[in-house]
């Protein structure tokens, strides 16, 4: 007698190898569930033991493995079923397709910020004398130029390399006929290193060496938060696509099974796919019975029963039996593709979008420029002659260089999304919070939203439950997973028999018992209905299991809380008339429209848009990405599908939908801080930039007031972090 | 104040060490993997274990 009954082939993993720098190959793994020391160390030391592995290194920030084969031997399978043993799932990706892996402009920042911190603080060591000079103590005019000199030294250099990342994007920018924050930066520092050159070959005492790098030095800590933010956003979104083309296996003309990229499916192949599998590309069954869902396609709660010679289409979820599918199209040719494509489109109409801090921009690049420009006219015209009028407007540039705006913003962004990410939501990019602060319409979608997208036990008799448990417990099926869930522990039937797309069969106590569709326990009259089953059991009388998809437990408070915001709430759902009308009532919702395709509920979140509204779309599904693409806002339950995650802002995990009212409160008070700040920023350069034109600010003085204000909104920003709990789990 | 010709050199001498040892740990990788590294520290390291002996 044979162990198993079907024979698992070994799978073939070779597409996934890549060829080492050093000699050898390598196999990039997204391994999940690795949390702690002792996970590491388990990973490295399994995995580097087994024969033709040179190399195995964990990386817990970013949950990927990397593998070294030695030359020619190795055996990836074997490294992903040992992972799998040790209790690690892992998917082999492809690095190209993952920004975190190569940060380069990250470590450009990073460099860029350390020389800055350095020259910062080297001039300003040169800069304290010289201020101290300022203040009548003694100073030669000699060692002060010396002074002066040994800061040029210093800061002239670093300023520069600093001042690169802003330099290259103010000349883009510029390029493109248009003006951006880093515009006035990039004058300002470069006029004041120009005119503190001057100053120091003619002897003068005005020299802002410091100033000029510190202004860079706080302006790169900006920076360098707003680029961890979105690496971090960027890497979780890479991940999401490493995931989504994951292989299929096709089984080659000799019967073997090879693991192969989904884009390298071609119409003709062979495909296998077992249950819990999605299907790869659009196809045809060749062999094998089994349930489908759709919910993620369409929306439909209900499994739909596919035979030999029915077509089935990407993305759908294998239930219950294995499939083997001829392929009649490729993934870009499949279903799932159009869908992609429409969220192309809607992604790009929201990159449109003009974040706060560049609308400030707009506004303030001209303002601080000619304000800059008048000083040094109306100096030339009060008869000042050019070097003081000159110096008066670079004074006006330092002190008006838009740090809270640079500062300001990106630190409010981080610290909201980092609370927000304790509560376990993923914010994508900063962006997306100010657009989450400024919806004012929501729709939900029902299945896996609003439900908990799984189906549960309408009215559970508790001695019925455990009579069918035995049985349950041996399928995969959603229906009778959910039996086996409300009947807790239990004995197992014996020789169970499961037919896919009809039911299981076995013996519960030395009785022979069945549990499935009505027909298959042999009743009649009952049409074939997808959200019950039957149980009958020799001798006894057949009993009717029905199920229904449950409410989320926070779903009606998340609703009312919402209304109590002062938004309108709208559920758009694909799944059928009666179970969308169950759940708006039961909420209280009274706008909501049901059956709609995927297109259809995209056109409803663009007219709503042409209405004025600027709409918060929550979806899970595949037919909801093409609509939350085309929201102003969008958000993805962490259990939607990859490509939903995808589309979304922020995405959110747990069972509760109390996230989104969080998310929406966060965004709402980080809004109000940015603008606090932008308030403040504005405030401070109406005192501070007329004191400058009248020639009251020397060196010192911009110095301090520049840092004080940078600190002052940092400061602001950072009263966002408070407020602990749990923290992001995936 | 003679000897600040040496000492302000020296001082920026020192910084420079100080900033070529940042890029070298940047260049090296230490800051790509944050949560491993914390967790490493905590590991039992076989190629700091004392020999054995057998």
Redesign the interface.
């Known amino acids: 007698m044979a162990l198993t009954s079907e024979f698992t082939p070994r799978q073939d993993f070779s597409a996934f190898l890549r060829p080492n720098p050093g000699g050898g190959e390598r196999l990039d793994l997204l391994v999940r569930g690795a949390r702690c020391a002792g996970c590491i160390s388990k990973i490295e030391g399994q995995i580097g033991a087994l024969a033709g592995v040179g190399s195995a290194r964990m990386n817990l920030t970013t949950g990927k493995l990397s593998v070294g084969f030695a030359d020619g031997g190795g055996d990836p399978a074997l490294v992903i079923e040992t992972l799998d043993r040790l209790g690690y799932p892992a998917t082999p990706f492809d690095p190209s397709k993952s920004a975190a892996a190569h940060d380069a402009e990250g470590r450009r920042l990073a460099m860029a910020l350390g020389v800055a911190a350095f020259g910062a603080g080297n001039a300003m060591m040169f800069s304290v004398p010289i201020w101290a000079g300022l203040f009548g103590q003694e100073l030669g005019p000699a060692m002060r130029t010396m002074m002066q000199w040994m800061s040029a030294a210093v800061g002239a250099p670093c300023a520069v390399y600093a001042g690169m990342p802003f330099f290259t994007s103010a000349w883009r920018s510029l390029k493109a006929g248009r003006a951006n924050m880093d515009v006035p930066i990039s004058i300002g520092v470069l006029l004041t290193l120009a005119i503190s050159f001057v100053e120091t070959v003619l002897g003068g005492a005005d020299t802002y060496f410091d100033a000029a790098v510190s202004l860079l030095f706080l302006l790169l800590i900006g920076r360098w938060l707003d680029h961890r933010l979105r690496a971090r956003a960027r890497s979780a979104a890479g991940d999401i696509l490493a995931l989504q083309a994951p292989a299929a296996a096709v089984v080659s003309p000799d019967g073997q099974e090879h693991r192969r990229p989904i884009g390298d499916i071609v119409p003709g192949d062979l495909l296998l796919v077992r249950p819990g599998d999605r299907i790869p590309v659009d196809g045809r069954i060749e062999a094998g019975q089994s349930s489908l869902d759709n919910a993620l396609l369409t929306g439909e709660t209900a499994p739909v029963l596919a035979r030999v010679g029915d077509r089935c289409r990407a993305g759908a979820l294998n239930l219950t039996g294995t499939l083997r599918l001829l392929a009649t199209a490729t993934s870009e040719d499949s279903a799932i593709a159009d869908i992609a494509r429409l969220v192309e489109a809607g992604a790009q109409s929201r990159s449109r979008y003009v974040q706060l801090a560049d609308k400030a921009a707009a506004l303030y690049v001209p303002v601080v420029h000619s304000a800059a420009a008048m000083t040094f006219a109306g100096g030339m015209i009060l008869g000042m002659g050019p070097r003081e009028a000159l110096l008066r407007a670079v004074a006006v540039l330092i002190i008006t260089c838009p740090c809270a705006l640079g500062l300001a913003v990106p630190a409010v962004q981080v610290s909201a999304s980092a609370r927000l990410f304790r509560r376990g939501v993923l914010v994508k990019s900063g962006a997306a919070l100010e657009r989450l602060a400024e919806i004012d319409h929501v729709i939900l979608d029902k299945t896996g939203v609003l439900t908990e997208g799984r189906p549960c036990l309408v009215d559970p008799v508790p001695a019925a439950v455990a009579m069918a448990a035995p049985l349950a417990r041996a399928s995969a099926h959603p229906l009778a997973r959910a039996l086996a869930r409300e009947a807790g522990p239990t004995i197992l039937a014996d020789q169970v028999i499961e037919t896919p797309g009809q039911g299981v069969e076995g013996f519960i106590r030395g009785r022979r018992a069945r549990l499935g569709r009505a027909a298959f326990v042999g009743v009649t009259g009952a049409g074939p209905s997808e959200t019950e089953l039957w149980l009958a059991i020799e001798g006894e009388p057949k009993i009717r299991y029905v199920f229904q998809d449950q409410l989320r437990a926070d779903a009606g408070a998340t609703v009312r809380a919402l209304l109590a915001r002062g938004l309108s709430v709208e559920i758009l759902s694909g799944d059928g008339f009666d179970p969308v009308r169950r759940v708006a009532e039961a909420l209280g919702v009274t706008a909501w429209r049901a059956g709609l395709t995927p297109a259809e509920k995209a056109q409803i979140v663009a007219r709503r848009t042409a209405e004025g509204r600027r709409v918060l779309m929550i979806g899970d599904g595949l037919n909801d990405t093409a609509a939350l693409a085309n929201a102003h806002a969008a958000m993805a339950p962490g259990t939607a599908l990859d490509a939903s995650q995808n589309a979304a802002d922020l995405v959110f995990s747990g069972e509760g939908l109390a996230a989104v009212v969080t998310a929406i409160d966060t965004a709402r008070t980080a809004r109000r801080r940015a603008l606090q700040n932008f308030g403040f920023a504005a405030a401070y350069n109406l005192i501070a930039a007329p004191a400058a034109m009248a020639g009251l600010v020397n060196p010192f003085v911009a110095a301090l007031a520049m840092s004080g204000s940078s600190l002052a909104v940092t400061l602001n920003a950072l009263r966002m972090g408070g407020g602990g709990g749990r923290r992001w789990t995936s | ?1 003679d000897i ?1 010709i040496f000492l ?1 050199p020296a ?2 001498f020192l ?2 060490l ?2 070529a040892a ?2 070298w740990t ?2 090296n990788g230490q ?6 590294d914390a ?6 390291d076989p190629e700091d274990a004392p020999l054995t002996g057998d």
């Open positions: 104040m600040l302000a001082s920026v910084a420079l100080g900033l940042f890029r940047l260049a800051y790509d993997d944050p949560a491993g967790e490493r520290i905590l590991a039992k």
